[in-house]
């Protein structure tokens, strides 16, 4: 039978529940267990896809076609662990069940309420879509002491209970706040967001303490002490310089350990960590350096962009380099010469976004790349402004655009209204709801034999994530291919333009999908490692 292990956080937002989790994810993986992942969101959106990046980060995305929270994306970073839309549920989408069986009399008269009606359905989608994992890890979203995440916390209540201490456990993180003036650490506020988990009846198992610095063995037995756990079961989660020293980090201070005492299950033979280790030595002890520019629109907030960063590392763990990132807002291209800012880094990226904003400023970014021979990837809407660049400065079509952008000139780029999804024809129209009606998740692309895209990927066809509601405008594809822009990636049907690439050039490449989705530290995807080993050629130019 499944365990189930809750996650909550206290005392402050962006704690790292969500690496919290992954990693914890990743230890038992490597104590040989099977794990699934979940996330449980309080807000009241069906999922993110309508929320800006600016608000909420990325939007990440499922094979299965599921907009979800970016904490997904640490998951299967971690663990590798495709996730599904059973994975991340919001009450958005748990209103949307009870008010649907409402309407369908499924409820039979009764006065629906948030218990047992509400929390009866989170338990549902909690329990939903397993087979034979030996751990479910469940993060819930929000602060405790949140309004939103109540009837959240009372559904894993009511579940710890169910399934009793032999196949539920509950780990809270909190943080203990240093105070330079005095030189100590504060465990109050752990101790009043424990408080807080037991007004609603939750007695936390396990916690885990963020700190910029260690605790000592009195603090330590303090905050066991007056929130009731024992003294082994407070974990000390301290700072690091990477992301992925998390797992290591947390096994040398007894976490996967403890979890496992809890459970009654074996855990005197040691995890194989040797994946952990050799990431680490990539990170911290490269033979080189590279810079790469990345021109977007989200720059305020740099969880925008999450899976391509990570994915950019990924690159550079394979090539045994640093990738040093510099984040350009693309209107400023707008305003100055690219050349100022693009000179003298070792590739460019131009990333997915929506809107007109910042999108010239892009495709001066992108004529840069292509005429002084700097590597070049775009991702999604940066394929788009690629393909409207070369339209205009080679092809001719001085007035090449977007329909996202109105309807003047050549749209060489137009809203999809026809496609293929794996069950039946997908029809949208310009009026179309903003929610739920991009082309999203895996979808095949054939590679032309011979193109870089197909040595890279080294097979004929590949699956990847999308997330658009654009394409390319596949009557184009004669005159751009008469000046070097090669359509190398089709859809089966032969319609819609995935991949292109500028022949002339020694690495140009524009893709519709977005792969930074599926690459992960211990499997970096092979376009980011190409286009990494395509930067350290550059700047052994520069």
Not at 54 to 78: C, I, N, P, S
Not at 491 to 512: A, K, M, N, Y
Request: charged content about 20%; some cysteine; glycine content about 8%.
């Amino acid at each position: 039978m499944t365990r189930f292990i809750f996650i909550t956080g206290g005392v402050v937002s962006s704690l790292g529940k969500g690496l919290a989790t992954a990693s914890l994810g990743a230890l038992l993986q490597a104590r040989g267990y099977r794990v699934r992942l979940r996330k449980l969101d309080p807000y009241l959106n069906v999922d993110p896809g309508t929320m800006s990046p600016l608000q909420h980060g990325e939007v990440y995305v499922t094979d299965d076609g599921a907009e979800t929270d970016l904490d997904l994306g640490h998951y299967e970073r971690f663990t590798g662990v495709p996730s599904r839309r059973s994975d991340n549920v919001t009450t958005g989408r748990i209103y949307s069940v009870v008010l649907s069986k409402e309407r369908r009399g499924e409820y039979l008269g009764a006065t629906v309420q948030v218990i047992p009606h509400v929390t009866d359905t989170i338990k549902d989608s909690i329990a939903a879509d397993l087979a034979d994992e030996d751990f479910l890890l469940c993060e819930i979203g929000g602060t405790v002491g949140d309004i939103e995440s109540l009837p959240f916390l009372e559904a894993i209540r009511q579940m710890g209970n169910e399934l009793g201490r032999t196949y539920s456990m509950f780990v809270h993180l909190t943080l203990l706040p240093y105070i330079s003036s005095t030189d100590e650490l504060k465990t109050k506020p752990t101790q009043h967001s424990v408080k807080e988990l037991l007004s609603v009846g939750i007695q936390p198992n396990l916690l885990l303490c963020r700190s910029s610095r260690p605790i000592s063995p009195s603090e330590r037995r303090k905050i066991a002490l007056f929130c009731n756990v024992q003294e082994e079961n407070v974990i000390l989660a301290l700072d690091v310089e990477t992301i992925y020293r998390v797992p290591l980090c947390y096994h040398k201070e007894g976490l996967d350990i403890q979890v496992c005492k809890y459970f009654g299950i074996p855990h005197a033979r040691e995890p194989n960590l040797t994946i952990w280790n050799n990431i680490i030595k990539h990170i911290i002890h490269p033979k080189g350096e590279i810079t790469i520019a990345v021109v977007g629109k989200y720059m305020k907030l740099r969880d925008s962009y999450k899976s391509l960063a990570e994915a950019l590392t990924h690159g550079g763990i394979a090539n045994d380099v640093r990738v040093r990132l510099e984040w350009i807002d693309a209107e400023l291209f707008e305003l100055e010469d690219a050349n100022r800012h693009l000179s003298h880094v070792n590739g460019i990226l131009v990333p997915g976004g929506f809107g007109k904003r910042g999108a010239e400023g892009k495709i001066r970014a992108i004529r840069f790349a292509r005429e002084q021979r700097v590597p070049y990837f775009g991702i999604c809407f940066g394929m788009q402004m690629a393909v409207i660049e070369t339209s205009r400065h080679l092809a001719g079509l001085s007035t090449a655009s977007s329909s996202e952008f109105g309807s003047t000139g050549e749209l060489v780029i137009g809203l999809m209204r026809e496609w293929h999804s794996n069950t039946k024809v997908e029809r949208r129209a310009a009026d179309s709801d903003l929610g739920g009606t991009m082309r999203v998740g895996a979808y095949p692309c054939l590679l032309q034999p011979g193109s870089l895209a197909h040595s890279i990927y080294g097979t004929d066809c590949i699956s990847e994530r999308h997330r658009h509601r654009y394409e390319v405008n596949i009557s184009y594809r004669e005159s751009l291919h008469a000046v070097g822009l090669l359509f190398s990636g089709l859809s089966p049907d032969g319609i819609l333009p995935e991949i292109i690439e500028f022949s002339p050039h020694p690495w140009f490449i524009g893709v519709q999908f977005h792969p930074e989705l599926k690459s992960k530290p211990f499997s970096p995807h092979p376009l980011f490692t190409s286009f990494i080993r395509a930067a350290i050629a550059q700047s052994r130019l520069v």
